[in-house]
């Protein structure tokens, strides 16, 4: 642990953590399904307001990558973060005003169901389930790897065993999350979750303003000084400067986090929550305030960082600044720290503990919805509500164990190609398959499988040449070069290869094919731009 908050702290903040992890569990166990009920299991019955389902939305997008990663990149690299965390919410921006609405429409309980709303078929089920634990396990890797890394900082130890220890516990209790609380349950934690996030967050954005006499100029040119690299901090170009094509490079990574980010499962699943249109419109807008709000707190927080302490220091803590917005909210406390303060920070690190459990909980419980519904239920014409859910609750385990060992085994290694893998695989497969589907009459079984295959191929055949991989000190493999890609993600190529695929696939399927789907999409047309027909099945 860091000087400043040593013995106290983290009695208090084992304390919180074990409090939390209690209170978490006990909410799942009270507000879970209590009878076979899928409809309750996969979406809590759409019984969640406007507002609730709007802050359970924003928590499950904002994710511990989220918080740690974003605020890491603003500390080290400024100007270039801010416009990363700007993107977050242009993506969420995106998917209120593009999909939401036919999502909810088209959807049931799981992405595979909005696809095949159009195209019945086990072949489009499967292949969705597949994508979407594509999409989600490196995502999950990185935030259960993350915990026994963050709690080694917090709690001032630096075991290996230790660390994998905390990992194998918060991971089982992840699992439980997802398989005894369901939809309802989860939401629940996301809700208290980013309440916490964001009340904490907003205090030491206010801590570190006070410091610099509320002037938010004072602050940026502070940060731009201890920098490193002078005014060039304000200025685009810092994050990239390393890269053959920093412009091009740049608008790739922007891209993909636009594209890709709002589009993963665990996030659109929050959309088939929703009992109305309106009621998702009016989700998505909250959802959209509090990740604008998040946004500003963590701009506010990461320059604090770098103005209070150095970029120098943040680097030298974790060469890719995970730990900024630790020490940024521990430097706005100034040398004295009071009791009021040694509290606060303890409520930061919880809620910093509790994004890592609702967020893993959250992808857990897409995967186990996907594999459950669209591949195992799928394959029985009448399944029992009980034996689906039965299906379900072991599918969480089946995702959460392997999960587990993975991480256990990536933990030493830096894992922020598996986080880009993710948004990559959102953007270039999960993204353009959700758009032809919901939008384009012409499109075939054929086109929606070679745009989810076709584009996440071509992400896994692409991302081992970035230098996140390999070619840098700071990569995952920093003692080997293989890196021939010259990005640092592949949107830039694989996010028009997904649209292209689609459209070949399509265009290939032959001239009856199109128009067969063309007279089936116009069947079901107003029921997912409109929601003219009341879901169901």
């Not at 209590?34 to 019955?45: A, I, K, S, V």
């Not at 924003?58 to 994710?63: C, E, Q, T």
């Not at 989860?186 to 967050?201: C, E, F, H, W």
């Not at 938010?216 to 201890?226: D, E, K, T, V």
Request: hydrophobic share 50%; with cysteine; net charge positive.
């Amino acid at each position: 642990m860091t000087d400043g908050f040593s013995g106290n702290a983290q009695a208090m903040s084992l304390v919180a953590f074990s409090a939390i992890a209690t209170v978490t569990l006990l909410l799942c166990v009270m507000t879970g399904p209590d009878r076979d009920d899928l409809d309750e299991f996969y979406t809590g019955y759409g019984s969640l307001s406007p507002l609730r389902n709007g802050l359970a939305i924003a928590g499950d997008y904002i994710s511990a990558a989220s918080v740690l990663g974003t605020g890491g990149v603003i500390a080290l690299c400024g100007y270039d973060g801010v416009v990363l965390a700007l993107s977050t919410a242009l993506s969420l921006m995106l998917l209120m005003f593009l999909l939401a609405e036919p999502l909810r429409n088209a959807g049931r309980f799981t992405m595979g169901d909005a696809l095949a709303r159009r195209m019945p078929g086990r072949a489009v089920r499967i292949t969705a389930c597949a994508v979407t634990i594509a999409a989600l396990l490196p995502l999950m890797l990185v935030q259960l790897a993350g915990t026994g890394q963050l709690l080694a900082f917090i709690l001032g130890f630096s075991g290996d065993s230790l660390k994998t220890g905390c990992i194998i516990g918060l991971g089982a209790l992840m699992i439980s999350y997802a398989a005894i609380g369901g939809m309802k349950g989860t939401a629940l934690i996301q809700i208290l979750k980013i309440v916490m996030l964001l009340g904490s967050g907003a205090v030491v954005a206010v801590l570190i303003l006070r410091r610099f006499d509320w002037d938010p100029g004072a602050l940026f040119h502070a940060a731009a000084a201890r920098s490193g690299v002078g005014s060039a901090f304000l200025h685009s170009g810092v994050e990239f400067a390393g890269s053959p094509n920093p412009r091009l490079d740049m608008i790739s990574s922007e891209l993909t986090v636009v594209i890709g980010g709002a589009c993963l499962p665990h996030v659109t699943m929050r959309m088939y929550t929703a009992s109305s249109a309106r009621q998702v419109r009016r989700s998505m807008s909250w959802a959209v305030s509090m990740v604008v709000l998040f946004v500003l707190i963590m701009t506010v927080v990461g320059f604090g960082a770098t103005a209070l302490i150095g970029r120098a220091a943040i680097a030298q803590a974790d060469p890719r600044g995970n730990t900024a917005y630790l020490l940024g909210s521990r430097a706005a406390f100034g040398p004295d720290v009071s009791t009021a303060e040694t509290f606060l920070f303890t409520t930061i690190t919880t809620a910093i503990f509790l994004t890592l459990l609702a967020s893993v909980a959250g992808m857990i419980l897409a995967c186990a919805n996907s594999l459950a519904h669209d591949v195992f239920a799928a394959r029985v014409r009448e399944m029992s509500a009980r034996r689906e859910m039965g299906l379900a609750r072991a599918s969480a385990l089946a995702v959460g164990v392997p999960a587990i060992l993975l991480a256990t085994l990536v933990q030493h290694i830096s894992l922020q190609p598996l986080v880009t893998l993710s948004f990559c695989l959102g953007a270039s497969a999960i993204a353009p398959a959700l758009v032809y589907s919901l939008f384009w009459r012409r499109y075939t079984r054929a086109g929606l499988l070679c745009t989810l295959i076709g584009g996440t191929l071509a992400v896994l055949l692409l991302m081992p040449g970035t230098n996140l991989v390999s070619g840098s000190p700071v990569s995952a493999f920093p003692d080997a070069d293989f890196n021939w890609f010259p990005f640092t993600t592949t949107g830039l190529v694989t996010i028009p290869l997904g649209f292209l695929f689609g459209w070949l696939g399509t265009v290939l399927s032959g001239r009856r094919a199109s128009e067969e789907q063309r007279h089936q999409y116009e069947a079901v047309e107003g029921w997912i731009l409109a929601g003219a027909v009341r879901r169901g099945g």
